[in-house]
């Protein structure tokens, strides 16, 4: 393939436009959205070989981005970058289409590897054991998925109060 492209979605403007660098001085053309709004405007005029989204977006999920892109293209090569790897995440992503789930930080080099299929080792140690608070932190995020990032539906659908269920989330907050 003589023409690499590749859409970088990612919030953090420091770390896209890094990856952006890097991905241009090995020759690909390179576009960068915050969120899927943006995304979805930059696919109108730009096609893309691969495409990295980062889990965490501001105010939404990467999954969204998955759907949208595989949903535009089913042949794009799509990976998955987080910093909250998890089990349920990862099976989400790979179900919605992306082709290989990478964790923070992962270079340039392992990320065009994963874009073709060369990364021969899985990104979760799955013989790690997990903690309960971790158990239940993919719990809790696997019904948000389900619920759309609704809180109170995601609270029925795990049984418990609608604020009980919100303070769990503030205990996770990332701060910026």
């Not at 995304?39 to 691969?50: A, C, G, T, Y």
């Not at 501001?58 to 998890?86: P, R």
């Not at 919605?96 to 392992?110: D, F, I, M, Q, T």
């Not at 609270?155 to 009980?164: D, I, N, P």
Request: glycine share 2%.
């Amino acid at each position: 393939m003589d023409y690499k492209s590749v859409l970088i979605v990612e919030d953090d403007e420091d770390l896209a436009t890094s990856l952006a660098r890097s991905f241009s001085r090995r020759d690909y053309q390179v576009k960068t959205a915050r969120n899927l709004k943006e995304m979805s405007e930059v696919i109108k005029k730009f096609h893309p070989n691969f495409a990295l989204i980062d889990l965490k977006l501001s105010a939404e999920s990467g999954l969204h981005c998955i759907k949208a892109l595989y949903e535009f293209d089913s042949q794009i090569k799509i990976v998955m970058l987080t910093g909250y790897a998890s089990i349920t995440t990862t099976i989400e992503a790979i179900k919605l289409g992306a082709c290989y789930y990478l964790a923070k930080p992962a270079n340039v080099e392992k990320i065009i590897s994963a874009f073709a299929g060369e990364v021969k080792e899985p990104e979760n140690n799955l013989q790690k054991k997990t903690s309960i608070k971790n158990i239940e932190w993919e719990y809790i995020h696997q019904a948000l998925i389900e619920a759309d990032f609704n809180v109170s539906e995601a609270a029925r659908l795990l049984g418990m109060h609608r604020r009980t269920l919100a303070r769990k989330l503030e205990k996770r907050r990332v701060r910026n």
